[in-house]
């Protein structure tokens, strides 16, 4: 079955409150994708936010940020008045420290109001790593928010235990609210495509509790840090400066983390986008005092042992591999030997000679693109970012021009133009599912550019504007993607 797909944050949606979260816009939009024949919401990591506001550095696999937490829902559950909500000033911006300083003091009034229920006893007796995650917030304030590693050894130690009963009393309201909105999603015939970071930020309860897990040194430093070396995005390549597993560990205990982590990601998504795959194939470690990620070097992951010990205790495994990146022989050959979709990117297929981006080549099992969340819009693709030639083969390609364009023929096509048509060769592809930025349906530029790899600052930030999902959207998307048979 052909599918269609939209990639937007839910932090992007528009409300009030400053963020998007688990409230009634979210609902408004399933509602406006369902109208539009769509089938999946692709959404990032929901995991607690880490440096940068980054959905890739998260403090913990398991745990939710309590910024999705919706006050609207607090006041259907009769924990919050509608007196007690906050408003933040109109902003095309995401504002992550005004509204965690606003959302604060609302959840603890709601916290105040909270009487322990069946529902909250059976989630802290299922998940065992609520109550950790408390300790490690806890923990996290006792000490300045400071990194675990500049803790006392006796930081868990007279500890308030109030804070901890309040950290997983917004756990559990987390996935109290994600389970209603996801079922609703569900109901209406979306299914929700999570996306699991590969790596996890040092600062996080995955790190210091399972330090043998990781390549660390005594004091709990790592000996290596993550990143990639230069591509596409950086001509000094990435430094990410996560740590990186110690795999021969990982495989004396039969994968037992990585089975763990994925089970219980499997239990709040229907769809799972695995992060960085070719990390599985090797991965680029760089010494851990290095100031670029220039001086890495390759090593060798656990390849397909992991996705066998994964499929062995969990059985099949609905994941698309975000497989992009310097593509060695052998991640190709990990990719096809796993069965799992990879990812088609339309903005890297015009760069000259039979790219595998190009449509023609896409194959059936894969996901195509117009681009991800570290790309640009298509608007600002053709506008700024594609070279010369890139959008002369793009024109020729697309039948925007004739087969040998001149420069002055390709200045002439609109953006418009150009951006239509690269929306329908993405719907067109012979890819089992094609996901589209909701920005890209939208038409907006650079503004609406989620995350640019390698710069500090200001990403993770764009917010659709309010009543962007409107029914002459879903109309429009709706009547494209039935042309090419997705809805």
């Known amino acids: 079955m052909r599918e269609a797909g939209i990639l937007l944050p839910l932090a992007s949606l528009p409300n009030e409150f400053g963020i998007g979260d688990f409230g009634g816009s979210a609902y408004q939009f399933i509602d406006c994708i369902a109208a539009a024949g769509v089938q999946i919401w692709q959404i990032l990591p929901l995991n607690p936010l880490g440096y940068g506001n980054s959905p890739y ?11 999705y937490i919706s006050l609207e829902k607090l006041c259907e559950y009769g924990l919050l008045t509608e007196e007690e909500k906050y408003e933040v000033p109109a902003s095309d911006r995401i504002l992550y420290e005004v509204v965690r300083k606003k959302k604060e003091p609302c959840f603890r009034i709601a916290y105040s109001r909270f009487q322990k229920d069946d529902g909250y006893t059976k989630f802290i007796e299922k998940e065992p790593w609520v109550r950790d995650y408390a300790v490690f917030c806890t923990c996290k304030k006792k000490y300045g928010y400071r990194c675990w590693t ?26 109290k609210q994600w389970k209603e909105l996801k079922s609703y999603a569900n109901a209406k015939g979306i299914h929700i495509m999570g996306d699991v970071p590969f790596y996890v930020g040092l600062d996080s309860l995955d ?38 597993y110690n795999w021969p560990y990982h495989k004396q205990t039969g994968y037992a983390w990585w089975i763990q982590r994925v089970r219980h990601a499997l239990g709040i998504y229907d769809l799972l986008r695995i992060d960085h795959f070719r990390g599985f194939d090797t991965y680029w470690a760089i010494p851990a005092d290095s ?52 990812m088609k990117v339309l903005q890297f297929a ?11 080549n896409h194959v059936k099992n894969s996901v ?16 700024e970012s594609a070279s010369a030639k890139e959008k002369a083969v793009a024109a020729a390609y697309l039948h925007l021009t004739g087969c040998q364009p001149t420069a002055k023929e390709v200045a002439a096509v609109k953006t418009e133009a150009a951006r239509t ?24 530029g650079e ?41």
Not at 311 to 318: D, H, N, T
Not at 374 to 382: C, Q, S
Request: charged fraction near 20%; charge should be negative; aromatic fraction near 12%.
């Open 207 to 244: 790190v210091w509790k399972n330090k043998e897990n990781f390549q660390l040194d005594p004091q709990g430093y790592p000996i290596a840090v993550a990143g990639v070396p230069p591509d596409y995005f950086s001509e000094d390549g990435q430094l990410w400066g996560n740590p990186l």
């Open 57 to 67: 550095q998260p403090f913990s696999s398991y745990a939710g940020d309590d910024i």
């Open 291 to 342: 100031t670029t990620a220039k001086t890495g070097k390759w090593e060798t992951g656990p390849r397909m042992e992991l996705f066998n010990a994964l499929e062995g205790a969990l059985g099949k495994l609905p994941i698309i591999a975000e497989d992009l990146g310097e593509l060695f022989p052998s991640v190709r050959e990990l990719l096809a030997d796993s069965t799992f979709p990879g």
């Open 150 to 175: 500049e803790w006392p050894e006796d930081a868990e130690t007279e500890l308030d235990e109030d804070e901890i009963c309040f950290e997983m009393f917004l756990q559990y309201m987390f996935i």
């Open 447 to 487: 503004e609406a550019h989620l995350n640019s790899p390698g710069k500090l600052g200001g990403n993770w930030s764009w917010r659709a504007a309010d009543g962007f999902d409107t029914a002459a959207l879903a109309k429009r998307i709706l009547a494209e993607c039935a042309v090419y048979c997705r809805t």
């Open 350 to 360: 015009f760069g000259g000679g039979d790219s595998e981006y190009l449509p023609h």
């Open 421 to 444: 048509a690269l929306l329908r060769a993405a719907l067109g592809s012979v890819a089992d599912r094609a996901i589209i930025p909701m920005a890209d349906w939208l038409g907006l």
């Open 368 to 383: 195509v693109y117009p681009g991800t969340h570290d790309n640009t819009t298509l608007t600002a693709w053709w506008d």
